[in-house]
């Protein structure tokens, strides 16, 4: 098991329970390729993220990882499913005093934290909705768009490429500037979103 995974779906969860009451895997994995890129724009290996993405069959990133973590954590009582809907979650006692732990005694999270609260904050200045709409129109998933199966953000892939390209591009345009990845981020995914509108 991937421990950057099990921090991730807990970190995760747990913000965006403060920002919208609870969460879904979907949510889970959207935000955490969100983070991944964020990642990489900031000048990371796809492969530093600690897991590995491929696009299912709605064509979105899906993390195995950070699906098994989900499975664990709620079968060790750390999160718990919402008895309104079994697709949404809750973190429970048990998961906010572990991620607690490790937010504050592990440093190995402190950077990765970085790129995930970005991702969070991205949802304060759009719905989820139309960020998930905007990361369709990203290189690498609209190049994945007509494959049955296929692993995303490989070095070697062109559509990686092009990506570390757009990245170069609006580091240049906004003179990298902004010690918060926000600014970069919601300018990216408006970009994506303005690209598919137009």
Same mark, same amino acid.
């Given at each position: ?126 719905? *989820?909705?139309?960020? !998930? /709409? @905007?990361?369709? #129109? &990203? ?8 494959? =049955? ?17 757009? *990245?170069?591009?609006? !580091? /240049? @345009?906004?003179? #990298? &500037? ?8 919601? =300018? ?11």
């Amino acid at each position: 098991m991937k421990h950057f995974a099990l921090f991730d779906v807990l970190y995760l969860g747990q913000n965006l329970e403060t920002k919208i009451d609870d969460f879904s895997i979907n949510e889970i994995q959207i935000l955490s390729y969100l983070g991944c890129l964020l990642s990489i724009y900031d000048g990371n290996n796809s492969s530093d993220w600690g897991y590995f993405f491929s696009k299912n069959s709605s064509g979105y990133p899906y993390s195995i990882e950070l699906n098994n973590s989900m499975e664990i954590l709620s079968s060790r009582n750390m999160i718990k499913q919402n008895s309104l809907n079994g697709k949404y979650f809750n973190t429970d006692t048990a998961g906010n005093e572990f991620i607690d732990k490790m937010s504050n005694q592990l440093s190995i999270y402190s950077n990765r934290k970085r790129y995930l609260d970005a991702s969070l904050n991205c949802i304060t200045l759009a719905p *989820f909705g139309v960020i !998930r /709409t @905007a990361l369709l #129109n &990203e290189p690498v998933l609209a190049s994945a768009k007509r494959k =049955t199966s296929v692993l995303l953000l490989e070095e070697s892939d062109f559509a990686t490429n092009l990506l570390y390209e757009q *990245f170069e591009e609006l !580091r /240049t @345009a906004i003179n #990298n &500037e902004y010690e918060s990845l926000l600014i970069p981020a919601f =300018t990216w995914l408006s970009g994506n979103l303005n690209h598919q509108i137009g």
